[in-house]
């Protein structure tokens, strides 16, 4: 009977939540007003991931990068794959923060849209000021490779980390492709 309440209450909650969700276009592209929506809310889950309302508008926000077309972000995968693959309570958020920031990045700065080391430092600043946010809260809730990346920060080695962990992969990639 649990499960059944379960999957109604789940199945009532997207009910709900669909008609709220604004949708894209039928050729699947963005707005300009959805794309200013990403950005404010990368930013307001820098300082606060926790939150239910933003955490929910983030997973909404996630969605709709993924179903536009007209977006493409080149994410990492040394950094993609160290985020999703953390055991860490709030692996997901860290890893959704990582996307978000980096699609941010390439709508307010549309110049540097080949610039992959700028979009990758700019997203895991963002991971670190919402992981910082994050351990403000939850003292208790530290993950190791996250306060590897605070350390490389402080000690001015977060670019030169980046760089050296996003080209060598992105080069082995190519060389697969050629």
């Not at 972000?73 to 860290?94: D, E, N, Q, R, W």
Request: proline share 4%; hydrophobic share 40%; net charge neutral.
């Amino acid at each position: 009977m649990r499960i059944k309440r379960g999957a109604w209450a789940c199945f009532l909650a997207v009910g709900i939540a669909v008609p709220i969700v604004p949708s894209l276009s039928a050729q699947d592209t963005s707005t300009s007003e959805e794309r200013a929506q990403w950005v404010a809310i990368t930013h307001k889950l820098e300082s606060n991931p926790l939150d239910d309302s933003m955490d929910k508008q983030g997973e909404v926000a996630l969605n709709q990068i993924s179903s536009a077309h007209d977006i493409h972000v080149p994410l990492c995968p040394v950094l993609l794959g160290g985020f999703s693959g953390m055991k860490y309570a709030y692996a997901h958020t860290i890893m959704r923060q990582y996307m978000l920031a980096s699609t941010a990045f390439l709508i307010e700065n549309p110049e540097k849209i080949s610039d992959h080391n700028a979009m990758n430092l700019a997203a895991v600043e963002s991971v670190l000021k919402a992981y910082t946010s994050i351990i403000q809260q939850r003292p208790d809730s530290r993950a190791q490779n996250l306060d590897n990346l605070l350390q490389k920060q402080k000690e001015e080695r977060l670019v030169e980390y980046i760089q050296k962990s996003c080209s060598q992969r992105h080069e082995a990639a190519m060389k697969r492709y050629q």
